[in-house]
């Protein structure tokens, strides 16, 4: 059975003056994200990819680190859902995107639909590639909700599973049977 580590970045430092794909990690995340970092089964993958927004970046930066794997490398499509500028009311417009997957939650956002189908396609190429080899993918909750949500057979996403999902988490994929073995938080 290969597995695919779906994992969320670590928390991030929020500057409402800076685009959220900008924000770089928080240092008092620091210690959860070490204790992630540090699990053992990281080591079974050969290989490490990471959207190349720099919280999620840094994430993998730290896991390949520790256990001595090659650096991780970045596709753009793993990428957080395309958003137009800070939103004050983040979480109720996230819940408004999960409603109505098909139209943007706010000005300049992304539908969650083309987050799903951009986020999918990059993950099911991934998976094709690592030839039933283990395989770290460091994103962000949005896109991995939607890719979770998805893969379980369900129309929409729970806001209330999002916001559940901690910074830095993983949830675990067998990617023999593309069924959810691990959930987020169960480490």
Request: with cysteine.
């Amino acid at each position: 059975m290969g597995r695919l580590f779906l994992v969320r970045h670590a928390k991030p430092l929020i500057d409402p003056t800076r685009h959220p794909s900008e924000w770089d990690l928080d240092p008092a995340g620091e210690p959860l994200l070490e204790r992630l970092a540090t699990l053992p089964h990281w080591a079974s993958a050969r290989r490490i990819v990471s959207s190349g927004e720099l919280k999620a970046f840094r994430t993998a930066e730290r896991i390949a680190a520790r256990h001595h794997l090659p650096p991780p490398e970045t596709v753009s499509a793993l990428g957080e859902l395309h958003k137009g500028t800070f939103v004050p009311n983040h979480a109720e417009t996230v819940a408004r995107l999960f409603r109505f997957p098909d139209e943007p939650a706010d000005d300049g956002w992304e539908t969650a639909s083309s987050a799903l189908a951009r986020f999918s396609g990059a993950v099911d190429g991934l998976i094709r590639s690592a030839r039933g080899r283990d395989l770290i993918v460091v994103s962000h909750g949005i896109v991995l909700s939607l890719y979770l949500s998805r893969l379980r057979g369900q129309s929409r996403v729970d806001p209330a599973e999002w916001a559940g999902i901690r910074m830095p988490d993983y949830c675990v994929v067998d990617t023999a049977a593309m069924r959810l073995v691990q959930p987020f938080g169960a480490w």
